[in-house]
């Protein structure tokens, strides 16, 4: 079996360890015998979309974010023919952002997006900056996925299917409870950390998820992640406290609070 990523504008989208994403995926799938293969594009760069099983978009600052979005004029619409056609993709962040409508930046700049996403961002006053817990209903076992989050963009899902349910941090905009978005096999996620260092049973979600198109159902032989897990209940645990600590007192009626609820 071999898998084929595809890192998009890894020079200019990869804030806080996002690339670390790509290490994960490609060491789990090495683990299990497979051939990795990891492509890098950038501006100006040709992409055949359909090459791969799985397109990586990182996070990145707004500046950044305005040039990759003049370059997804051009690629865009072969990334949304490959998404409707079932290819795997995960973007983070900034480049979650602009796989939806628009992102508009604090000073009132429209960056356009691909469209992909039903949503749209748009820039508050404060950044919606910590640790971050969700529920994502439908991974086995039913642990929560666990990491940090920087942004000063709300987004907000016109319809559309939520990755999943804050359980303490801020999310998609702070203040419906809902985290990132899902479309077919594409993923859109506001947690950085790199996300899949503590949440290995995403991680192997990802893994199925990009070989179902060429290889349909895929059983993946288990792995030892008895460790990873650890460290994923014990960091849920210790910044859910800290939250619980920071927030227990009553609220004000100031917006963008983080939901809060410890299991
Ligand atoms: N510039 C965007 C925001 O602050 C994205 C930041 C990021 O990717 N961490 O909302």
Not at 47 to 66: K, S
């Amino acid at each position: 079996m071999k898998l084929r990523i595809c890192h998009l504008y890894p020079d200019l989208l990869n804030l806080y360890g996002d690339r670390g994403n790509i290490l994960i995926l490609a060491q789990r799938a090495r683990w299990r015998g497979w051939e990795v293969e990891v492509d890098y594009r950038s501006l100006g760069e040709r992409i055949d979309p359909f090459a791969y099983d799985l397109i990586f978009l990182g996070g990145g600052p707004d500046q950044e974010q305005g040039v990759v979005s003049e370059d997804l004029k051009i690629k865009g619409p072969l990334l949304l023919e490959a998404a409707e056609a079932g290819v795997a993709i995960l973007s983070i962040c900034g480049g979650y952002q602009l796989l939806g409508h628009f992102y508009r930046s604090a000073r009132g700049e429209v960056f356009p997006g691909v469209g992909l996403f039903p949503v749209y961002t748009e820039a508050g006053a404060k950044r919606l900056r910590g640790n971050i817990a969700v529920e994502l209903g439908f991974l086995p076992g039913g642990a929560p996925v666990v990491g940090f989050e920087n942004h000063s963009g709300r987004t907000y899902l016109e319809g559309g299917e939520p990755l999943g349910r804050v359980l303490y941090g801020y999310g998609n905009n702070g203040l419906d409870g809902t985290e990132g978005v899902r479309y077919r096999r594409a993923l859109g996620t506001y947690l950085h950390g790199p996300l899949l260092a503590k949440n290995p049973h995403l991680a192997d979600y990802i893994l199925k998820l990009a070989l179902e198109r060429r290889h349909g159902q895929v059983e993946l032989e288990p792995l030892d992640d008895a460790l990873e897990m650890t460290v994923n209940r014990q960091v849920y645990l210790r910044f859910g406290r800290k939250n619980f600590l920071k927030f227990r007192r009553p609220r004000s009626s100031s917006p963008n609070k983080p939901a809060f609820s410890l299991r």
